[in-house]
């Protein structure tokens, strides 16, 4: 009996040693999940304590609502730019590492410290250096003549989305960074070296050697960094809470604001719902654009 029980235990290992972190990812995931979309189907009246279904008329009136799409538009922007900034950054930071430079170690932890500093204080600071009155990037433009009197950088719709997107693109560098920075170091160096022998340059060993060996790690770092932006909301409420105006509103600044501030829950949940979808079709999509090239 018991020799039956240690067989079954070796057998059935991979199963027993995932099912405890199973439950916690339906629970902690799952189960948010699910009742999301339990109550987007429902809405909720204050004024008599009561709770209505719906049906779909929270999805119906979220396709009706003019301001739906300009958000969707301002998150689509967000995430575009803060994408490409940042994957452009970290692959260069990634190249740089990678070529061994001098003091890497040093650089590393520099890199590094964007993720290390929380976001509310990242936000103050980045507030602070682009501040209409006493801002340093207008005390710098200013003295050196390229200014003729401060500006509002944060009260212009064009301004305040690149400096969003800025602000989001520094915290996604590290990450992104060092997803590539790891795919970098399992390269083969004889590859390096046959393609020298044969007279290849440094632009020609990270085209043809570099870039197509690291595609799984690009893959990786686009999903992520894409997901991130795609949902982020602390960064835009803690930068510009999506002004000026609502300029700079992002889907989940609407969430936040029609679940708390206008106790529309359910049309909340249906907002999240349509989240969810298109990050599911984007990363499905991705994968199979991208994936069968890895």
């Not at 235990?9 to 995932?18: E, L, N």
């Not at 339990?38 to 909720?44: A, L």
């Not at 590539?180 to 440094?202: C, H, N, T, W």
């Not at 960094?225 to 509103?249: A, H, K, V, W, Y």
Request: some cysteine; aromatic content about 18%.
């Amino acid at each position: 009996m018991f020799t039956k029980i240690i067989n079954f235990v070796d057998s059935k290992f991979c199963y027993i040693t995932t099912f405890p972190a199973l439950i916690v990812i339906l629970l902690v995931v799952g189960f948010p999940t699910v009742f999301g979309i339990y109550i987007s189907f429902f809405v909720r009246n204050i004024f008599r304590r009561a709770i209505y279904f719906n049906g779909i008329g929270n999805y119906i009136s979220l396709i009706q609502d003019p301001s739906f799409w300009p958000y969707l538009a301002h998150t689509a922007i967000y995430t575009g730019g803060s994408v490409g900034v940042g994957f452009t950054l970290a692959l260069c930071l990634a190249l740089a590492l990678n070529s061994g430079i001098r003091f890497r170690s040093f650089f590393i932890v520099a890199i590094l410290l964007p993720w290390m500093t929380p976001a509310v204080s990242g936000c103050i600071m980045w507030r602070w250096m682009v501040h209409d009155i006493y801002g340093l990037l207008n005390v710098i433009l200013v003295k050196l003549g390229l200014l003729n009197q401060n500006f509002f950088w944060l009260g212009k719709p064009f301004t305040a989305m690149f400096f969003l997107i800025l602000v989001d693109a520094w915290y996604r560098i590290p990450l992104s960074t060092l997803i590539l920075f790891a795919g970098m170091q399992r390269i083969p160096l004889e590859s390096y070296d046959a393609a020298k022998v044969d007279g290849a340059g440094r632009w020609y060993c990270v085209k043809h050697i570099t870039l197509p060996l690291i595609r799984p790690e690009i893959l990786i770092a686009l999903v992520i960094q894409s997901m991130f932006s795609f949902r982020e909301f602390g960064i835009p409420f803690l930068f510009t809470g999506g002004g000026p105006g609502d300029n700079t509103e992002t889907l989940a600044l609407s969430i936040y604001k029609n679940a708390n501030l206008f106790l529309r829950q359910g049309y909340a949940a249906s907002i999240s719902v349509v989240m969810f979808i298109m990050i599911t079709i984007f990363v499905v999509g991705y994968f199979k654009a991208i994936g069968r090239k890895v």
